[in-house]
């Protein structure tokens, strides 16, 4: 008879059948650490602020909401969309719907950036993901039943860095395991932002941790 055996990773790990495939900022053969340095710097910005309509789809009040099911739906479809769309262009980190509105559906959603090179212009940037997007492929027929979505971008705004709505330490236990967030403190570099432990080599304070 077979016997299973427990599976030896913690933290949320997933057991691969020979190692441990850890989450997001944990680290150790069972997932037993958090990652030494957790580098937040993508969450300060830049961003292009877009709003596109997407015409084979209708709007019903619940996708007003940010936590209903409705729009959490949508707002998944919407964004593998404009990840297979964004996929190939430089710096490109991601999307976050911002709010959905009528007509037939308005997204008002932020693409993140990676922070540019000196000599790259956002406003650049901002146009060319305005042309990516609508020239992207649509579906055949564009009925509400086709396999995809419609859509026309409207506007595109490059917006720099702003003061974060969170405050660093609050950014750092956002992002840090829930389990591990009271040994985490925010370290500003020149280039950005990392969350780190007394464990993370050259920071102030730190000692040489061994895994212990």
Same mark, same amino acid.
């Given at each position: 008879t077979l016997v299973s055996l427990p599976d030896p990773c913690l933290n949320g790990g997933l057991w691969m059948g020979t190692a441990c495939l850890c989450p997001p900022n944990m680290d150790g053969p069972r997932c037993e650490f958090g990652a030494?340095?957790?580098?937040?710097t993508a969450e300060?910005?830049?961003?292009?602020t877009m709003m596109a309509r997407v015409t084979n789809r209708d709007f019903s009040e619940?996708?007003?909401d940010t936590s209903s099911p409705g729009h959490r739906r949508?707002?998944?479809?919407?964004?593998? +969309?404009?990840?297979?769309? &964004?996929?190939?262009?430089?710096?490109?980190r991601g999307i976050d719907v911002?709010?959905?509105?009528?007509?037939?559906?308005?997204?008002? &959603?932020? $693409?993140?950036?990676?922070?540019?090179?000196?000599?790259?212009?956002?406003?650049?940037?901002?146009?060319?993901?305005?042309? $990516?997007?609508?020239?992207?492929?649509?579906?055949?027929g564009c009925s509400a039943s086709a396999d995809g979505l419609c859509f026309t971008a409207t506007s595109a705004r490059a917006t720099r860095a702003a003061a974060p709505a969170l405050n660093? +330490?609050?950014?750092?236990?956002?992002?840090?395991?829930?389990?591990?967030?009271?040994?985490?403190?925010?370290?500003?570099?020149?280039?950005?932002?990392?969350?780190?432990?007394?464990? +993370?080599?050259?920071?102030?304070?730190?000692f040489d941790c061994h895994r212990g």
């Open positions: 030494t340095t957790i580098n937040l300060l910005g830049p961003f292009v619940d996708m007003g949508f707002a998944e479809e919407f964004s593998r +969309t404009m990840d297979g769309i &964004y996929r190939n262009v430089p710096g490109y911002l709010s959905l509105s009528r007509g037939s559906v308005v997204v008002n &959603y932020r $693409v993140r950036l990676r922070p540019l090179p000196a000599n790259a212009s956002l406003e650049r940037r901002a146009l060319e993901l305005l042309a $990516v997007t609508n020239a992207a492929s649509r579906p055949h660093d +330490t609050e950014l750092c236990r956002r992002h840090v395991p829930a389990n591990f967030s009271r040994f985490y403190f925010p370290f500003r570099t020149a280039n950005g932002l990392l969350c780190v432990t007394n464990c +993370t080599l050259n920071v102030p304070g730190a």
